[in-house]
């Protein structure tokens, strides 16, 4: 499945609970700081740095640098692969290559 | 909100596997009516020809009497099959809520067999999102506000 990649990629970046936590504040503040995401979250900069360069490269979240702060945002549609994933018609497809997979092996042995 | 809006938030679902048949193997999988009944649904009216109206019958939601009403838009044997398929009702949201999309079959022939490619498109975001129902407590949470960052279908 070409969508696998991606999928992969965001179930794998949310799998850590720390970097899920991070997420869903940058989901909470539509739009917040690196220091204010730092600020009271027990975690020291650099690895709030981490797991936001992580987020971005999953295509879940943009940033944008103003002055000395670099700003996140949550990317449109980051959470697109799982959603479809999830899809009654994702599951519904991937079930019938399922059933089309034996009916093959029936009709050409 | 204007066109160009609502056009980028519609979606599709892609499934693409190889299978070790020849493509005329799988073409005919994908256009006898009771191989088609064997592993999609049972179609009611199809042929593969080119603008012939079948439907399948799913499950009712709501309003919606789960009758999908498709038409056959291009026939390659070997090659492609494509067709819509429409369905739902207004009152429904997520399962059951109106669907004008297109189902698209490729075949193309790869060693050992045949990769099948088919893209489900034209799904619009939140409206047919059964995930936006299933998704539990903080996610459902999570999806919603994407959904407003997204451009506000609401």
Known sequence: MPRAAPLDAVMRTLADPTRRAVFERIIRSGEISVAELTHGSGVTQSAISQHLRSLKQAGLVADRAQGRNVFYRPERMGLAPLVDWMSHYGVFWRDRFAHLRNVLKEIDP | ???????????????????????????????????????????????????????????????????????????IPNERLSYAWKGGHEANVGYGAPLDTVVTWTLSRVEGGTRLRLVHAGFITPTNDSAFKTMSGGWTKVVQKLGTVAGGLH
């Open chain 2, 1 to 75: 909100m204007n066109d160009a809006a609502l056009k980028t938030d519609t979606q599709e679902i892609v499934v693409d596997e190889v299978f070790p048949h020849a493509p005329e193997t799988i073409w005919k999988a994908l256009t006898d009516g009771e191989l088609i009944g064997r592993w999609i649904m049972v179609p009611t009216g199809f042929e593969p020809v080119k603008g012939t109206y079948f439907t399948f019958q799913t499950t009712p939601a709501g309003a919606w009497d789960g009758v999908i009403h498709c038409q056959v838009l291009e026939v």
